[in-house]
């Protein structure tokens, strides 16, 4: 089955500081990143993924070359056509997620979801759908951020995260503060909204969070240093973990 190719980004240069302080961050970075997929970007610290995932996602502008999102190249848009673009087009996933503790969890999510939907009850069906999805019972979700644990606030952002359906779904180390039980349960989320159809790309340093993903690309000198493709995840497959092992390893990991 080919495969349709939602990001292309090409000739990518992006670097910061200047004079004899600059740090080249990529000068010529080339990526596709595909429909359906869940793409892994995996890489050592200061290798430059966030920077990439901002790029892509529109978040902050490369310094030279074009990403075609969805045939869009977003390096051109000016920064309001951009935030319209990424409000439709992205949902967004970081270490921390910060709700709006005014308002109850439900109240988080409708108030993203009516920025690009008029039909209040249409995206509070989706809202309830997307809670169960989560696991988030009703009693939860009439609750503010200050009453509810680390893992249950991430796993609220998720759903405000995907309430727009995006068409890509960004997340960078989603798992990163959270335990061990907690991320199992934030990665079996980001697991069935992939199994549902989502494309996602995420940024992470953890093994287990990599597992996860179809396709691990790997960040290195301001390049895609390799690339390696998993089968769809399952638990306790023995020989695709050994398969991303050999994989990182052979990248220097
Ligand atoms: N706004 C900025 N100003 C100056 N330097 C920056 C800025 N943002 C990132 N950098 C530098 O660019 C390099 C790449 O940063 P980036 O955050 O993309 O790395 P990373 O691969 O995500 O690392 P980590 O795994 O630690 O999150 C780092 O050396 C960082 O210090
Ligand atoms: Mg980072």
């Known amino acids: 089955m080919d495969k349709q190719t939602v990001i292309s980004a090409k000739h990518l240069k992006k ?3 200047k004079g004899e302080s600059i740090q080249v961050i990529y000068s010529d970075l080339n990526i596709d990143i595909y429909k359906g997929d869940f793409t892994v970007i995996m890489g050592s610290s200061g290798a430059g993924k966030s920077t990439l995932m901002y ?7 490369p310094d030279g070359g074009e990403i075609h999102f ?11 056509r951009l935030a319209v673009f990424r409000r439709k087009q992205c949902g967004f996933v970081f270490q921390q997620i910060y709700l709006i503790d005014k308002m109850n969890l439900m109240d988080n999510v409708i108030t993203a979801g009516v920025l690009t939907s008029k039909d209040r009850e249409d995206i509070k069906t989706r809202a309830k759908e997307l809670f169960s999805l989560v696991n988030i019972p009703e009693k939860t979700w009439r ?12 796993r609220a952002g998720i759903v405000r995260a995907v309430i727009n359906s995006p068409n890509v779904l960004f997340a960078d180390e989603p798992t990163g503060a959270l335990n061990s039980a907690n991320s199992g349960a934030v990665l079996d989320v980001f697991t069935s909204l992939h199994q549902k159809g989502q494309s996602i790309v995420m940024v992470t340093h953890d093994k ?6 179809n396709r ?18 399952e638990q306790d497959n023995t020989e695709r973990t050994e398969k991303l092992d050999k994989f990182i390893k052979e990248m220097g990991w």
């Open 216 to 233: 691990i690309i790997y960040i290195k000198d301001g390049k895609i240093f390799g690339e390696c493709d998993l089968e769809e995840f």
């Open 55 to 61: 790029s892509l996602s529109g978040m902050d502008k």
């Open 15 to 17: 670097a910061f500081g």
């Open 143 to 154: 609750k503010t951020s200050s009453q509810i644990s680390g893992g249950e606030a991430q």
């Open 70 to 80: 969805d045939g869009t190249d977003i390096t051109k848009l000016n920064n309001d």
């Open 208 to 213: 287990k969070s990599a597992l996860r993903g």
